[in-house]
């Protein structure tokens, strides 16, 4: 079936404005992942979801940054306020469950973020 | 606390060359273990896994082995080839719900 999808692919905004990212995870996946991947940094984890549990958020790095996910599936990552430093390749991932030790996740392409 | 340190790049090779990319980690408890490949314009992708002490992950020609004396899971492959140019990146996943990455290593294969 379908892979993980995200959109916009790109993005290019002016500091100061919002914007949001969107996340569709493959069916059926339980577990939904948002990094962050700036040059020549490593991944940078933002936020997890995993079914109805509250998410765990604890990779945001300010109150700038929020996520949902309605009903369980498509998911959005919300910044307010871009500022530069916020431009990076933010990457979705999903999996089938956090339960076990070993679970794959899949990626989607990324949306690739520049504020101006 | 948990964290991924992984080989500097980038790294370049000629093609059959032999191929080793660094990764240690430090954890609590018993993490498993991955390699993930990002092939240029594409997506991370699993490329091999270990859930245990002395596991041995493989897949494509790499292989890479749990060792939790030395907690490392160090890359290797006998011969490159030039589709394997990609970036590598090493993660762990302790009991919980993160998944940690290292910073990636560029490898670029010439013929």
């Not at chain 1, 020549?40 to 765990?56: K, T, V």
């Not at chain 1, 790095?61 to 910044?79: H, K, Q, Y």
């Not at chain 1, 933010?90 to 990324?110: D, H, I, K, R, V």
């Amino acid at each position: 079936g379908a892979g993980v999808s995200q959109s916009p692919s790109n993005k290019v905004t002016e500091k100061g404005k919002d914007v949001e990212l969107r996340c569709d995870p493959i069916s059926g996946h339980t577990a939904l992942y948002w990094y962050r991947q700036s040059l020549g940094q490593g991944l940078e984890f933002l936020i997890y979801f995993q079914g109805n549990s509250a998410p765990d958020k604890s990779g945001l790095p300010s109150d700038r940054f929020s996520a949902e996910r309605t009903g369980g599936s498509v998911s959005t990552l919300t910044i307010q306020r871009t500022q530069q430093e916020d431009s990076a390749v933010y990457l979705c991932a999903s999996s089938w469950t956090s339960g076990s030790s070993y679970n794959e996740q899949f990626f989607g392409p990324g949306t690739r973020l520049t504020v101006l | 606390g948990n964290s991924v340190t992984q080989m500097e790049g980038p790294v370049t090779l000629s093609e059959e060359a032999f191929l080793t990319i660094n990764c240690t980690y430090t954890a609590t408890g018993y993490p498993s273990l991955f390699w993930y490949v990002q092939y240029p314009g594409e997506g991370l992708q699993l490329l091999l896994k270990a859930t245990k002490a002395d596991d041995k992950g493989s897949n494509k020609g790499f292989e890479a082995t749990y060792r939790k004396e030395t907690t490392s899971f160090h890359l290797e492959k006998g011969s490159v080839q030039v589709s394997d140019s990609a970036v590598y990146f090493c993660a762990l996943r302790p009991t919980g719900n993160q998944f940690y990455f290292g910073t990636g290593t560029s490898l670029t294969v010439i013929p």
